[in-house]
């Protein structure tokens, strides 16, 4: 293997932020071109050094900070998992002289552990993996892992032993790294096993005495921990999966509630993890709602039922963990001590929105309350309710959250009715006022010059930028210190202001340009609704002032004196723009330099600008009216179905 790290044409490419052709054209046309140094005729590989010397001279990339450069000679290894491994475990040893093929990396992540400490690099370097195409899937949200932990007994005084019987990124196992003194986990793919081990132990929060331990292998067919027993137990295991062992694992002594049938992948895990349990210990897993209601495994959630281990079910929004699109439920399982009593009812909960505190307290209250007295448990309609054991015990055994829960219903409705009501009417009122008012041009008027703004942009009149291609923490959790406000495609879509953050440490204007007013702000991708392109190019205001820019966005800041911005917006609006500048066959890019607009004098310029942000104006109102018509819809249907509205007359 080669000592020095090298990237292919698709890296450079990433690396410049530009399309593969690209990178094809300037092997053409420069002559100083790095020439290959491995691979093949058809896939040839570069000195990352030279590439990145040969761009910075071009003006192609700006100076690479000290972690972007350090995940480039870890991405530019094949082997990604494993190398970040190697960094983590060289870090965990406390970074001595390095040695080997890849003494590179290793000094590179020992100098930055000794600026930024050992455990803000790795994260960081993990967080870089999470998010690349070496990442083995979407990480679970911290508000999530914050909610398994509470409910599996993270708060309890004594440290607990925890196992994750299925894990990919370790993430579940993040909410017990304060309060554990013992966890094991296991997953399928070799090269994690390493990585997950070194990210609990490397956490800032872990206990100076962890122990971590995590193992190779299909839980259900090689079990690493046979015969251990855990206070807690969590997991997100495969679904769906119909090649879980079902014949070979027939008379397995695990199945001490019914051999799942082959379809019932979800309930082999079930009592799986129930079999790794202490007597009194918890088992809190993430299941599709399929499992919930399905006629193949009822046999098996009665018998769960009748032997107290099914405690509780929540429902949980889509979004909540992988797989982001389906409203995932959490099981929460006890395995009852000998002589306990048996339990009369099960809780059902739902959350909208994990991210709202509220809403969390008020289900983690419903389950402490509900542990104290299940059947004193109040009961909030659409939230929360203790069902007894023989309502659940019919032909159908449905588990199932919204079918166990009363319907909630607005006793406020009329009122709100009548509020929506008023808002749509003068928001119709006024819309005829906003339709711009304009005639038809003269006979030869659309005749103009059309200028591209890479001209534009070598005569100053605009100022392109693009925001780095990763935009750090842009997920659910909020980094920790100080943090940014980002700009992000679904703030543009949703046409919100920014909403994400983003750490004080990484908004260097090189990599995340800051927003100023007047500023025209367009998406790097063309998706396949033109009206969703339409919709997202924004001319910022105070809203976004000071804000950084964030991934897949391109800023051009236009010069008053010589551009208006609502008339630069206007045209780059136009979806016709956009496909003419693209690239690419299933994902769209648009190249913004392409795009041409008219050269037209200032003063037409500002003409033009006042009716695209009138004609904006009126769309929005537009679509707003829309929102609040299917709001009234909805009211006044559930207020006449619940009998808190009656028809006129």
Do not use: C
Request: avoid cysteine.
């Amino acid at each position: 293997m080669p000592t020095s790290p090298q990237v292919t044409a698709a890296e450079i490419a990433r690396i410049a932020g530009v399309g593969r052709a690209a990178v094809s054209n300037w092997r053409r046309r420069f002559d100083d071109f790095p020439r290959p140094v491995g691979g093949s005729d058809a896939s040839p590989t570069f000195a990352l050094a030279d590439v990145e010397g040969w761009l910075r001279a071009q003006g192609k990339i700006a100076e690479v900070a000290p972690e972007e450069r350090l995940w480039r000679l870890i991405a530019a290894d094949g082997e990604v998992a494993d190398r970040l491994a190697d960094i983590g475990e060289y870090l965990l040893a406390g970074a001595p002289a390095p040695v080997g093929p890849h003494a590179d990396r290793l000094r590179a992540a020992g100098d930055l552990a000794a600026t930024r400490g050992a455990p803000a690099v790795f994260a960081d370097l993990y967080a870089r993996f999470a998010e690349s195409p070496a990442g083995p899937g979407g990480a679970t949200p911290a508000a999530t892992v914050a909610l398994i932990a509470e409910l599996a007994g993270a708060g309890r005084e004594k440290p607990v032993t925890v196992l994750d019987l299925a894990t990919t990124h370790g993430d579940l196992l993040l909410g017990f790294v304060r309060s554990a003194r013992t966890l094991r986990g296991q997953t399928e793919a070799p090269a994690l096993a390493r990585l997950i081990r070194v990210r609990l132990a490397l956490h800032p929060n872990a206990a100076p005495d962890i122990d971590v331990a995590i193992a190779e292998g299909d839980g259900l067919r090689a079990d690493a921990w046979p015969g251990s027993r855990f206070d807690a137990v969590v997991g997100n295991p495969p679904f769906n999966d119909r090649n879980w062992g079902h014949d070979e694992l027939a008379y397995d002594q695990r199945w001490e509630y019914g051999l799942p049938p082959r379809t019932e992948s979800e309930l082999a895990w079930v009592q799986h993890a129930l079999g790794h349990t202490e007597a009194g210990g918890r088992v809190v897993l993430l299941m599709p709602p399929a499992v919930a209601a399905r006629g193949s495994g009822r046999r098996i959630r009665a018998e769960l039922l009748r032997r107290g281990a099914l405690r509780a079910v929540f429902g949980l929004p889509a979004g909540a963990a992988p797989p982001f699109g389906v409203a995932l439920h959490l099981w929460i399982l006890e395995r009852r001590p000998s002589g306990e009593r048996m339990p009369t009812h099960v809780l059902f909960a739902e959350l909208d929105d994990l991210a709202d505190a509220v809403a969390a307290h008020t289900a983690l209250r419903a389950w402490h309350d509900f542990r104290a007295d299940p059947a004193g448990l109040a009961e909030i309609p659409g939230r929360h309710r203790a069902v007894p054991l023989i309502e659940l015990l019919d032909d159908n055994v449905d588990l199932t959250p919204a079918h166990n829960l009363p319907a909630q219903t607005d006793a406020n409705v009329a009122e709100r009715v009548q509020d929506t009501r008023a808002r749509l009417l003068a928001l119709l009122a006024r819309l005829p006022h906003l339709v711009p008012a304009v005639p038809a041009a003269e006979e030869g008027a659309g005749t103009w010059r059309p200028v591209a703004l890479a001209d534009l942009a070598r005569t100053g009149a605009v100022t392109l930028y693009r925001s780095a291609s990763r935009g750090g923490r842009v997920g659910h959790e909020t980094p920790p210190g100080p943090t940014v406000p980002m700009l992000t495609t679904t703030d543009l879509a949703a046409a919100v202001p920014p909403s994400a953050r983003l750490s004080a440490a990484e908004a260097d204007e090189a990599q995340h340009p800051r927003i100023h007013a007047g500023d025209v702000i367009v998406p790097t991708l063309l998706g396949g609704d033109e009206h969703g392109w339409a919709s997202a190019v924004r001319v910022a205001g105070a809203a976004e002032q000071d804000a950084v820019l964030g991934p897949n966005l391109h800023l051009l800041r236009p010069d008053p004196a010589a551009l208006d911005p609502w008339f630069l917006a206007g045209f780059l609006t136009d979806p016709a723009h956009a496909r003419r500048a693209g690239y690419g066959s299933s994902i769209v890019r648009v190249d913004v330099r392409r795009i041409e607009i008219p050269l037209l004098p200032p003063d037409r310029q500002r003409a033009y600008g006042e009716t695209f942000r009138a004609l904006r104006t009126f769309v929005t109102d537009l679509r707003g009216a829309a929102a609040l018509g299917e709001d009234l819809g909805r009211g006044l249907l559930e207020g006449l179905t619940a009998g808190l509205l009656r028809p006129p007359g």
